[in-house]
Nanobody
C-alpha cells in the first residue's frame, strides 16, 4: 500500500519553529516532485511549497516565502518542511503530497496525499 505519512505537528508559540516530516512507504518517490499543502478551519486547502525530485528546485507560496524551507532525503524516502517565525495564521492541518512534476504539485493535481498533521500556533 502506497502511503505518505506526516509527523512533527504540534502546538508552538508564535515566532517559534517546527519541522514536519513526510515518510513514503510502499513506493519510491525519488522521481516525483513532493509538496506541502495546508488547510485552516473553514478555508480551502492551499499550496505551501514544493521541491523537485532532485531537490535542486523549490517554490513557495508568498505567505510563507522566507520563513519555510523544504528539503528531501531520497535515500530515506522522506521530505521535510522546516517552518520558522511561525504566525497564528499558519495554524492548519498540513498535508504532504506527491506528483510527477512541480507544476502538477503546485496546481494541487497530486497523485498521492498524506493524512495530514495538525499545526497550531498560539499567540
Amino acid at each position: 500500500q502506497v502511503q505518505l505519512v506526516e509527523s512533527g505537528g504540534g502546538l508552538v508559540q508564535a515566532g517559534g519553529s517546527l519541522r514536519l516530516s513526510c515518510a513514503a512507504a510502499g513506493r519510491s518517490f525519488r522521481f516525483d516532485a513532493m509538496g506541502w499543502f495546508r488547510q485552516a478551519p473553514g478555508k480551502e486547502r492551499e499550496f505551501v511549497g514544493v521541491i523537485s525530485s532532485s531537490g535542486r528546485s523549490t517554490y513557495f507560496a508568498d505567505s510563507v516565502k522566507g520563513r519555510f524551507t523544504i528539503s528531501r532525503d531520497n535515500a530515506k524516502g522522506a521530505v521535510y518542511l522546516q517552518m520558522n517565525s511561525l504566525k497564528r495564521e499558519d495554524t492548519a492541518v498540513y498535508y504532504c503530497a506527491a506528483a510527477g512534476t512541480l507544476e502538477l504539485v503546485r496546481e494541487g493535481r497530486n497523485s498521492w496525499w498524506g493524512q495530514g498533521t495538525q499545526v497550531t500556533v498560539s499567540s
